[in-house]
T-cell receptor, first 109, second 110 residues
Framework: DAKTTQPTSMDCAEGRAANLPCNHS???????VYWYRQIHSQGPQYIIH???NNETNEMASLIITEDRKSSTLILPHATLRDTAVYYC??????????FGAGTRLTVKP | DTAVSQTPKYLVTQMGNDKSIKCEQN?????MYWYKQDSKKFLKIMFS???????INETVPNRFSPKSPDKAHLNLHINSLELGDSAVYFC?????????FGSGTQLSVL
C-alpha cells in the first residue's frame, strides 16, 4: 500500500474551512484515499473516501488531484468539536486499515 | 443502539494476570478487528477475522489470543499480562468499505 505524508499539526479558526493535505505520491491506480478522524479518547470515525473524483458528504469534502498524488480533506465550517487527529490512508480495499501518525487539527475559538 | 460495543471500558490488573476484552457488533458485518493504541498514540492493527476465520495476525505475541464464537463477536484474551500491554484496545468491524470502531478498552497493567 502507498505511504502517506501529512503535516503533524494544524490550527483552524472556528467557523472557517479546515483544509487538511495529504501526499500519496506512490498511489496505485486501484488504491482509494480514505480519511478517518479520532476525537480524544474515542474510537476512530470514518469521514470519507474516494478513488479519482472529488467526493462530498455531510461531514466533509475530499479533493483529489488529477494525478492522484495528493488530496485535501475540507471541513467547510470547522467547529470546536472537529478538534481531532485526522488520518489519511491509502488502501486497495476498504478494510485492514493501517493508520499513520495523522494530523492533529486544533480548532480555535 | 451501539453498533460496536466493547466491555469493559476500563481494565486495571496486575502483571501476570489473564484478562479478556469482549466485543460485539450489531451491524451484520463479516469482518472484525482488534487494534492497539499505545501511549504514543500509534494505532496498530493486531488481528482481523472474517466469518470467524483469522485473516491477519500482525506479529502479536502468542499471549494474545482472539476468539470469534460467531461473526458478531470477537473477544481478545491476554495471558500473563506485562507492563507493555498497557494501552487502549479498539475493536472494529467492516463492511469492506469502511471501518466502524468501538469506544475502546483502556488496559492498565500494574
Amino acid at each position: 500500500d502507498a505511504k502517506t505524508t501529512q503535516p503533524t499539526s494544524m490550527d483552524c479558526a472556528e467557523g472557517r474551512a479546515a483544509n487538511l493535505p495529504c501526499n500519496h505520491s506512490t498511489i496505485s491506480g486501484n488504491e482509494y484515499v480514505y480519511w478517518y478522524r479520532q476525537i480524544h479518547s474515542q474510537g476512530p470515525q470514518y469521514i470519507i473516501h474516494g478513488l479519482k473524483n472529488n467526493e462530498t458528504n455531510e461531514m466533509a469534502s475530499l479533493i483529489i488531484t488529477e494525478d492522484r498524488k495528493s488530496s485535501t480533506l475540507i471541513l467547510p465550517h470547522a467547529t470546536l468539536r472537529d478538534t481531532a487527529v485526522y488520518y489519511c490512508i491509502v488502501r486497495v480495499r476498504g478494510y485492514d486499515m493501517r493508520f499513520g501518525a495523522g494530523t492533529r487539527l486544533t480548532v480555535k475559538p | 443502539d451501539t453498533a460496536v460495543s466493547q466491555t469493559p471500558k476500563y481494565l486495571v490488573t496486575q502483571m501476570g494476570n489473564d484478562k479478556s476484552i469482549k466485543c460485539e457488533q450489531n451491524l451484520g458485518h463479516d469482518t472484525m478487528y482488534w487494534y492497539k493504541q499505545d501511549s504514543k498514540k500509534f494505532l496498530k492493527i493486531m488481528f482481523s477475522y472474517n466469518n470467524k476465520e483469522l485473516i491477519i495476525n500482525e506479529t502479536v505475541p502468542n499471549r494474545f489470543s482472539p476468539k470469534s464464537p460467531d461473526k458478531a463477536h470477537l473477544n481478545l484474551h491476554i495471558n500473563s499480562l506485562e507492563l507493555g500491554d498497557s494501552a487502549v484496545y479498539f475493536c472494529a468491524s467492516s463492511d469492506h468499505e469502511k471501518l466502524f470502531f468501538g469506544s475502546g478498552t483502556q488496559l492498565s497493567v500494574l
